[in-house]
């Protein structure tokens, strides 16, 4: 693949260089997750030691065997779990409990240890909630 190809594809995850209203969509996201969080409870379980290595899970009173999981996007450099939490509210018909995953970010690591970190979380998450229907106790 030529440096021209590479430049081209980088940049097809780079929504703020194609996007002319990307900061004002990230201001959106960003509102919108601060009222969820305002009138919701939210738990926060870490998977790891870093402050980036955590789960948020968002519960309803309805009763489901599916839990959607939310991996935010960011090109594996950028954004945050707290910036879309207002996603798991349009989850909610999809099951009781809804998780939104933070991970750390390159270049802090690579990305093999960003798959590992959606993995723990995972993992985490099968274990807390799938496994025999138990449920740890959270807290945020």
Same mark, same amino acid.
């Given at each position: 693949?030529? /440096?021209?190809?590479? $430049?081209?594809? /980088?940049?097809?995850?780079?929504?703020?260089? @194609?996007?002319? /209203?990307?900061? +004002? %969509?990230?201001?959106?996201?960003?509102?919108?997750?601060?009222?969820?969080?305002?009138?919701?409870?939210? %738990?926060? #379980? &870490?998977? !790891?030691?870093?402050?980036?290595?955590?789960?948020? #899970?968002?519960? +309803? !009173?309805?009763? +489901?065997?599916?839990? &959607?999981?939310? @991996?935010?996007? !960011?090109?594996? $450099?950028?954004?945050?779990?707290?910036?879309? $939490?207002?996603?798991?509210? !349009? =989850?909610?018909? =999809?099951?009781?409990?809804?998780?939104?995953?933070?991970? $750390?970010? @390159?270049?802090?690591?690579?990305?093999?240890? @960003?798959?590992?970190?959606?993995?723990?979380?995972?993992?985490? =998450?099968?274990?807390?909630? %799938?496994?025999?229907?138990?449920?740890? &106790?959270? +807290?945020?």
């Amino acid at each position: 693949m030529s /440096d021209s190809d590479l $430049r081209y594809w /980088d940049k097809q995850f780079q929504f703020s260089a @194609i996007l002319s /209203d990307f900061q +004002s %969509c990230l201001e959106r996201n960003q509102k919108m997750s601060v009222e969820l969080f305002d009138e919701k409870a939210f %738990c926060k #379980i &870490p998977y !790891g030691d870093d402050e980036r290595q955590y789960i948020e #899970i968002l519960e +309803s !009173g309805l009763s +489901s065997d599916i839990i &959607p999981v939310f @991996i935010h996007g !960011g090109y594996w $450099r950028a954004l945050d779990a707290s910036s879309h $939490r207002f996603i798991l509210n !349009g =989850l909610g018909y =999809l099951g009781s409990v809804r998780a939104n995953v933070e991970y $750390r970010l @390159i270049p802090n690591v690579n990305l093999d240890q @960003i798959v590992d970190d959606i993995s723990a979380a995972l993992h985490l =998450l099968v274990e807390n909630y %799938c496994l025999n229907n138990k449920k740890r &106790p959270l +807290s945020y």
